[in-house]
C-alpha cells in the first residue's frame, strides 16, 4: 500500500513515469482483494517529522486500491496549506496510510462524559454542526493529547469558534489502521 502510495506520487513527475510500472484497471485481479474493497483513507505526508500534507476521505466513496492513489496525489500537490511537493523532496518523504472504519455518532449527557471517553481511548473525531465539519486522525492526539485542547483546535479546524464543541455539535468517532 505505501509502494502504491509512493508510485502514484512519483508518477506525477514526467520524467520519473516511465520508470514506475502501476497495475492498470486491466490488471485488476493483481490487485490484491483487500485493495478491491470499498474504503476510505488518509494519506499523510512528512517532511523530517513535519507535516508536508494530509488528505483523505471519511467514507469509503471508492475502492481503497483508488482512494490511495488518489489521496496520495492530493496530498503531494493538492493540500492548501503547502505548495506541490517538489521532485527534490521525494527523498526525505515519508507516507503514512490510515485506513477508517466507518464512523459512528457518540452520544453524550455532558461535556465531561465526552472528555473522559475521548481521554481513555483516543479515537478518530469528526466534529460537524450545520454545515460545518473537521475531522482530527487518532495520531493527532499525539500533538494535542489534552482533549479540551484537541476539542478546541477541532472546532477551528471545522471553521467554528474555539469554544463550539460545548454546545450542541455532533460528534462521531473512528478508528484507523494505521501503515508505516
Known sequence: ML????????SSFPELKKSLRQPADQDWNRIPSKLRKKRACFVTLT???????CIGHILPIQTLYRDIIENAKA?????PRFPPLKKEELDNLT???SILDIPKPFSYHTNGELIAYLLKHKPG????????KGTFLPQVWD?????????SN????AGLEEHAWKHGVKIE???VEKIG
Open 47 to 53: 517532511i523530517h517529522g513535519h507535516l508536508r500534507g
Open 3 to 10: 509502494t502504491l502510495a509512493k508510485h502514484a506520487i512519483e
Open 173 to 175: 468517532l473512528y478508528d
Open 125 to 132: 473525531v469528526i466534529l460537524s454542526k450545520g454545515p460545518y
Open 143 to 151: 500533538d494535542l493529547p489534552d482533549p479540551i485542547v484537541f476539542l
Open 75 to 79: 496530498a503531494a500537490f493538492d493540500d
Open 95 to 97: 507516507i503514512e496510510l
Open 154 to 157: 477541532l472546532s477551528l479546524k
